[in-house]
């Protein structure tokens, strides 16, 4: 995380996009990060996702000014972006998704971490995720997933909520007529990961099963070893709308699924190469 030392934090975490602190190299990075995704997307990405990254017209040459991303955002499905320094604590974060605000890092990686990174920069978060909350029925699901995470959090089971954005927003795969199509934003946003997700051999492609994937562990240092695929929007609002409550408690105490498994269950697309 860059020092941040001269921006007033407030209570919610968020800051003002200090703009004049993007140096050249910041907007270089932008630029040839923006340019390299935009080429592998096309064909990969799905077409709600290329929709609103067109919607939103984001500059590819410099940094994004996020309170003119705001005018289209908040037009379109009443989302706004907010700038923070870095990750915030669980229950800011679902307050801030509750009330329709994204909150996005400010800070832009170094050009030596193009192709990994630890933790979310400007990129991932505002490439990554704001051009799906252009589209209405995404725009409710991330609301309620903030909604889930307050209640998720009175109950203490915040680690089974979170696979369910790990598999979705962040790793999401989509069924179209034209194939399977990326939608999660941590493959949007990595080169490596958009070319792995769809083409290679070597993950697991799981039809989406909710409880499932509440009982599936992630990794955070590696591509993924499984991806699980959903079948639409609406369907996966459908499928998430009801209460979690009862399903929590039912769910407590089970063991959790390694993410390499294959479930005799599962609705297999394609079934990883065992390493
Ligand atoms: N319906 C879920 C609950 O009751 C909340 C939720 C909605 C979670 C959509 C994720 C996505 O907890
Ligand atoms: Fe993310």
Known sequence: MKHTTELTVRDDFTIDQPLHLYTETDHEVW??????????LEGRACDEYLAGLHHLD?????????????QKLMAATGWRIV??????????????????????????RAPEEMDYL????????????????INPVFADYMQAYGEGGMKAEHLHVLPMLARLYWYTVEFGLI???????????????????SIY????????????????????????DDVQ???????????LMSDTRQDFTQMYLNLDGLSTFKPTDILAQDRVINKGVTP
């Open 83 to 108: 700038a923070v320094t870095g990750l915030v604590p669980d229950a800011v974060f679902f307050e801030h998704l509750a009330n329709r605000r994204f909150p996005v890092t400010w800070w832009v």
């Open 225 to 235: 070893k499984t991806y699980f695929v959903i079948d639409d929007f609406d369907k």
């Open 118 to 133: 630890q933790e979310p920069d400007c990129f991932h978060d505002v490439f990554g995720h704001v051009p799906l909350l």
């Open 31 to 40: 630029r040839s990060l923006y340019a390299r995704q935009t080429a592998l």
């Open 175 to 193: 069924q179209t007529d034209n194939g399977l199509r990326i939608y999660g934003a941590g493959i949007v946003s990595s080169k490596t990961e």
């Open 58 to 70: 984001m500059g590819h040459e410099r940094v994004p000014v996020f309170e003119e991303l705001n």
């Open 197 to 220: 997700a769809l083409e290679s051999e070597v993950p697991n492609r799981i039809g989406f099963d909710l409880t499932r994937i509440l009982r599936t562990e992630y990794k955070i």
